[in-house]
């Protein structure tokens, strides 16, 4: 049998959740029963644009999908990138892919493909499983990265043979499972430490949007493409997002000739996502974007959160102005509208205004 001790091939250790598994068991039958944070899977429902544009896309998806991702998915993705970060990609340097776990197990395998000079696959020390396993399943060393402050990558205990062997650096920030915050800083040096030597930088930035600042307050996170896209791949999931874990839909955007690459071995492979669920994950946008829930159609649509004395409502300068005078019991500031319980803002008021702002947003297209 292939892969057995009797051949010196790969076998294949019990999954990290079946080993949960037994151990789940024990803990449920402790007094009180178990506390379950093993696996991470979204428990709100999928939006229902997402469900909406998944069926309308049924019925026309006979043909095969292009498995780099059809144009409005390659769009999309750089969109979000854009008003995510400010970071400009071209649609072409992004690849769509089936999840993102699937992208973090194959990606050594086919990075060496490309360049067979180089073995090793550095990751944090305490991380996903799989930056690991997919360095096994490409047949490459793993070498874990001591974690030093606030759980960022320690880049200085990497010896320098291991620095002129590797192919690959994974940084996950916000990390699972540590926690670290999502921070420019680091992410900046560790792409600068990685341009330095030659070595590919994959940032697996799927958590980005969960992350906070030293006083646990929502923050926007980083990406590791801020410093440009040479050497340096962003990877991002819909899964958590947008409680789409069920559709399998991620992509990874930045280094032009390495996204070519990729998206080129990809295609004869025919690692693809459904033509469904491409149609589905460009609206795939109702989620939390700077600590705060978001709605978006065609751009930032409408956000909301509520303080300490207030709420507010996050639209357009150009709205608040335009409806200067049904707005002046409240306060505003440019795109911002202030209210409180005592004095909500009528329901008939925020759909007129949602309903302008998606007709702003559906003309800009
Ligand atoms: C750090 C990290 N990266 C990647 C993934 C893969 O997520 P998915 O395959 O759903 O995109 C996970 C899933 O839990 C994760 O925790």
């Given at each position: 049998?292939?892969?057995?001790?009797?051949?010196?091939?790969?076998?294949?250790?019990?999954?990290?959740?079946?080993?949960?598994?037994?151990?789940?068991?024990?803990?449920?039958?402790?007094?009180?029963?178990?506390?379950?944070?093993?696996?991470?899977?979204?428990?709100?429902?999928?939006?229902?644009?997402?469900?909406?544009?998944?069926?309308?896309?049924?019925?026309?998806?006979?043909?095969?999908?292009?498995?780099?991702?059809?144009?409005?998915?390659?769009?999309?993705?750089?969109?979000?990138?854009?008003?995510?970060?400010?970071?400009?990609?071209?649609?072409?340097?992004?690849?769509?892919?089936?999840?993102?776990?699937?992208?973090?197990?194959?990606?050594?395998?086919?990075?060496?493909?490309?360049?067979?000079?180089?073995?090793?696959?550095?990751?944090?020390?305490?991380?996903?499983?799989?930056?690991?396993?997919?360095?096994?399943?490409?047949?490459?060393?793993?070498?874990?990265?001591?974690?030093?402050?606030?759980?960022?990558?320690?880049?200085?205990?990497?010896?320098?043979?291991?620095?002129?062997?590797?192919?690959?650096?994974?940084?996950?920030?916000?990390?699972?499972?540590?926690?670290?915050?999502?921070?420019?800083?680091?992410?900046?040096?560790?792409?600068?430490?990685?341009?330095?030597?030659?070595?590919?930088?994959?940032?697996?930035?799927?958590?980005?949007?969960?992350?906070?600042?030293?006083?646990?307050?929502?923050?926007?996170?980083?990406?590791?493409?801020?410093?440009?896209?040479?050497?340096?791949?962003?990877?991002?999931?819909?899964?958590?997002?947008?409680?789409?874990?069920?559709?399998?839909?991620?992509?990874?955007?930045?280094?032009?000739?390495?996204?070519?690459?990729?998206?080129?071995?990809?295609?004869?492979?025919?690692?693809?996502?459904?033509?469904?669920?491409?149609?589905?994950?460009?609206?795939?946008?109702?989620?939390?974007?700077?600590?705060?829930?978001?709605?978006?159609?065609?751009?930032?649509?409408?956000?909301?959160?509520?303080?300490?004395?207030?709420?507010?409502?996050?639209?357009?300068?150009?709205?608040?102005?335009?409806?200067?005078?049904?707005?002046?019991?409240?306060?505003?500031s440019k795109g911002t509208i202030r209210f409180t319980i005592e004095k909500p803002l009528p329901a008939a008021l925020v759909r007129k205004l949602v309903k302008a702002r998606i007709a702003q947003n559906e003309a800009r297209r």
């Amino acid at each position: 049998m292939p892969g057995d001790a009797a051949t010196g091939g790969f076998i294949p250790p019990i999954y990290p959740y079946a080993r949960l598994d037994a151990l789940k068991q024990r803990a449920a039958e402790a007094p009180g029963g178990i506390v379950d944070l093993s696996i991470g899977t979204p428990n709100d429902p999928v939006p229902d644009i997402v469900v909406a544009a998944l069926a309308a896309a049924g019925p026309g998806s006979a043909g095969y999908p292009r498995a780099v991702g059809g144009p409005a998915l390659r769009e999309a993705a750089a969109g979000w990138m854009e008003r995510s970060f400010g970071v400009v990609v071209d649609p072409v340097q992004v690849v769509n892919c089936i999840g993102t776990k699937e992208v973090v197990a194959s990606l050594p395998h086919l990075l060496r493909l490309r360049d067979p000079s180089r073995d090793t696959v550095l990751y944090p020390a305490v991380s996903y499983p799989t930056y690991a396993m997919g360095a096994l399943l490409g047949g490459c060393r793993a070498v874990p990265v001591p974690l030093g402050d606030g759980w960022h990558l320690d880049l200085s205990a990497v010896s320098d043979d291991d620095a002129a062997r590797a192919l690959l650096l994974w940084v996950n920030e916000p990390g699972n499972p540590t926690g670290s915050q999502s921070n420019s800083r680091p992410l900046g040096e560790a792409v600068v430490w990685a341009r330095a030597r030659g070595v590919i930088v994959a940032s697996d930035e799927c958590y980005v949007e969960f992350n906070w600042d030293d006083v646990g307050d929502p923050a926007a996170g980083a990406t590791a493409l801020a410093d440009g896209t040479d050497g340096v791949l962003a990877v991002h999931s819909l899964s958590k997002r947008s409680n789409m874990a069920g559709y399998r839909c991620g992509f990874l955007a930045g280094d032009g000739d390495l996204v070519a690459y990729i998206g080129s071995v990809r295609t004869h492979a025919g690692m693809m996502v459904p033509g469904p669920i491409q149609a589905a994950a460009p609206d795939a946008t109702e989620g939390i974007s700077y600590g705060i829930p978001m709605f978006k159609h065609h751009g930032m649509l409408v956000g909301y959160a509520a303080f300490k004395e207030h709420c507010s409502l996050f639209m357009s300068t150009a709205l608040t102005q335009a409806h200067k005078k049904a707005l002046a019991p409240y306060q505003t500031s440019k795109g911002t509208i202030r209210f409180t319980i005592e004095k909500p803002l009528p329901a008939a008021l925020v759909r007129k205004l949602v309903k302008a702002r998606i007709a702003q947003n559906e003309a800009r297209r």
